[in-house]
């Protein structure tokens, strides 16, 4: 039999659910947070593997807008709190991760926020109008939504012939000394994959870096989350022919023989010419994916994006499965490889986001507006004061936008809307 029940339960307690919980929490909401780990931010300890955050920490501006700021701030989580800014917790414009871990840590206790944790999730059902959500140890709770804000806490492993005989990111060791006079291929094109080169290039033999894609820089395609400048001094030592390179093509199977590796590779360039080459190591560093291992066939989400991700409506609920929600990193679904959803700088608003559209469908609160007079002049004042100043619209572009809802004795301005919410078959009608 149940033996707790909640309206929310957010599962995960790391940037997107400790943000999700704030604002529940300010709203007197009956909610909890529930974490497999002993303390917020466990993702935090662990990756990225060579302990560097790639999100810049601009402690400087010239400005002391605070919502100006947070354009340039993208490591900080919404609230009221000037003390609760990740800028007072390091000097470095790429911090270390363990500076976030405490962030994140100051951030659940400084803001009182109901998280239980040590609690590991080990399968979600549903029935009726309630999910069942049981623990680890046998543990069950009842709530009538789920937010799942874990993140993507799983390897992507591409399907290769062998490949479950490499190392993954995950897990492989990140002491340069193991691969001392070693041939390495590093598969994927991301950060992780160039992190992870960079850290072999003063003691491995050769080191390939290989996909089936070109290399995405992200200072020539504006997208984040294509390979950072901070982590791309490999390229030196490919371009200046220093025994390293980074291969077009695919992987068609990996083999083990006598101690070393054998990889059959497709060469892109070369109207898929395939050539045997031999490595001492193979690491799989091709990203992260959704863990769907709690849900049962009842609240199994649809998966898009080879499996990584859940399909989401644009409030970020399960397109399939009513009242499971994804935050985070999760709602990159949304705008997958185009803005900002996958990095905090980014689902810090979609969350925001996320709650006013729970706070419409539960609550009963609308969407919060400010009335404004039908006058041209005011209503462009008003636009043009927002693109100046706003950090979500900076931030969130193309996924979040300003709706200017015209009625018979003025108009009502809402912020931060998902641009596609108005246009959805779920956007309350009283709301616009």
């Given at each position: 039999?149940?033996?707790?029940?909640?309206?929310?339960?957010?599962?995960?307690?790391?940037?997107a659910g400790l943000q999700l919980a704030a604002l529940l929490y300010r709203a007197g909401r009956d909610y909890r947070v529930v974490e497999a780990g002993e303390a917020a931010g466990t993702f935090f300890t662990r990756f990225p593997r060579h302990r560097t955050l790639i999100s810049s920490n601009k402690r400087y501006t010239g400005s002391d807008d605070p919502e100006y700021n947070l354009r340039m701030d993208w490591n900080s989580l919404l609230s009221d709190d000037p003390e609760l800014l990740f800028t007072r917790y390091s000097?470095?414009?790429?911090?270390?991760?363990?500076?976030?871990?405490?962030?994140?840590?100051?951030?659940?206790?400084?803001?009182?926020?109901?998280?239980?944790y040590g609690t590991r999730i080990a399968g979600i059902t549903r029935g009726g109008d309630a999910f069942t959500v049981t623990d680890s140890e046998g543990n069950v709770t009842t709530a009538r939504r789920v937010v799942i804000a874990t993140g993507v806490s799983k390897p992507y492993v591409p399907t290769i012939p062998g490949v479950e005989l490499a190392e993954l990111y995950t897990d492989v060791t990140v002491d340069p000394q193991?691969?001392?006079?070693?041939?390495?291929?590093?598969?994927?094109?991301?950060?992780?994959?160039?992190?992870?080169?960079?850290?072999?290039?003063?003691?491995?033999?050769?080191?390939?870096?290989?996909?089936p894609h070109s290399l995405k820089l992200a200072w020539k395609t504006h997208f984040v989350g294509h390979l950072r400048a901070v982590n791309n001094?490999?390229?030196?030592?490919?371009?200046?022919?220093?025994?390293n390179a980074i291969l077009d093509g695919t992987v068609r199977s990996i083999e083990r023989v006598?101690?070393?590796?054998?990889?059959r590779f497709a060469f892109a360039r070369v109207d898929e010419f395939v050539k045997e080459l031999?490595?001492?190591?193979?690491?799989v560093a091709t990203g992260f994916r959704l863990d769907t291992a709690i849900f049962d066939d009842s609240t199994r989400p649809r998966l898009v994006h080879n499996?990584?991700?859940?399909?989401?409506?644009?409030?970020?609920e399960s397109v399939n499965v009513p009242d499971l929600w994804f935050a985070g990193t999760l709602s990159q679904q949304r705008d997958f490889k185009k803005s900002t959803s996958g990095f905090i700088h980014g689902f810090r608003y979609a969350v925001r986001a996320l709650f006013h559209a729970l706070q419409e469908r539960y609550e009963g609160v609308p969407w919060p507006a400010r009335a404004l007079p039908a006058e041209p002049e005011a209503l462009t004042d008003a636009v043009v004061a927002r693109v100046n100043r706003s950090s979500g619209l900076w931030q969130q572009f193309g996924v979040l936008g300003d709706v200017l809802a015209v009625?018979?004795?003025?108009?009502?301005?809402?912020?931060?809307?998902?641009v596609e919410h108005p246009r959805s078959s779920a956007a309350p009608t009283t709301s616009w």
């Open positions: 039999m149940p033996q707790d029940a909640v309206d929310y339960l957010v599962i995960g307690a790391g940037p000097e470095r414009y790429f911090p270390p991760a363990d500076q976030m871990v405490r962030y994140l840590n100051d951030y659940a206790a400084r803001l009182g926020l109901n998280i239980r193991d691969f001392v006079n070693q041939r390495v291929l590093i598969l994927g094109k991301g950060n992780s994959a160039f992190e992870t080169a960079d850290n072999l290039v003063e003691t491995a033999a050769v080191i390939h870096v290989a996909g001094n490999f390229l030196d030592t490919y371009q200046l022919k220093s025994q006598d101690g070393r590796y054998r990889v031999w490595y001492d190591r193979v690491i499996d990584r991700f859940a399909e989401l409506s644009p409030v970020y009625e018979p004795d003025g108009v009502r301005y809402l912020e931060e809307v998902p």
